[in-house]
């Protein structure tokens, strides 16, 4: 069964589309999150985690930032989003859904985790950081999120937001 299949997926993006206060193309939107959503469901294939949790991941995580600088209570804020949305557009397992509340919640902390699926969702956004100009470094990822490096930096930087068009 597809992922499609097992979640309301274009509810849930409308959801957050339409509570989410920053730029849909900016460094903490869209593009980023279906990046890291790519990165993620690769990795959880990889390591046998949850992919349902890792995508979700993907699209929650950033969705009730306040701004695209540290925001320390986005993740928290993330977290409860996710809880409060559970039984609407998808209706996880009590482990998943403390997988997913925990990845959101600690994203941006620098821990690494034993978890495989809390793992891969961290490992997928920092594979991503490039197109803030910082080069992910292995000692915050899982040895198959390490191999990822060179390829997802390349395509980090080489978003539109990285190299803005130039003037006609
Ligand atoms: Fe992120």
Do not use: K
């Not at 849930?12 to 193309?25: V, Y």
């Not at 009730?64 to 993330?78: I, M, S, T, V, W």
């Not at 600690?106 to 969702?121: F, K, L, N, Y």
Request: charged share 25%.
């Amino acid at each position: 069964m597809s992922l499609e299949t097992t979640y309301d997926r274009a509810g849930l993006l409308a959801e957050i589309r339409s509570g989410f206060t920053l730029d849909w193309h900016g460094i903490h939107g869209a593009h980023h999150w279906g990046r890291v959503r790519y990165h993620a469901r690769a990795l959880a294939v990889l390591r046998g985690a949850d992919t349902l949790v890792v995508e979700l991941f993907a699209f929650l995580h950033d969705s009730q930032r306040h701004d695209d600088y540290a925001d320390r209570l986005h993740g928290e804020r993330g977290a409860e989003y996710a809880r409060a949305l559970q039984g609407r557009f998808f209706g996880l397992g009590t482990r998943q859904l403390a997988q997913l509340t925990h990845a959101i919640q600690h994203h941006s902390g620098g821990e690494v985790s034993t978890d495989a699926t809390i793992q891969c969702c961290w490992d997928a956004d920092r594979l991503d950081l490039g197109r803030v100009g910082i080069r992910p470094h292995a000692r915050f990822l899982s040895t198959h999120g390490a191999e990822r490096i060179a390829n997802a930096y390349e395509w980090s930087v080489g978003t539109p937001r990285a190299q803005p068009a130039r003037p006609r």
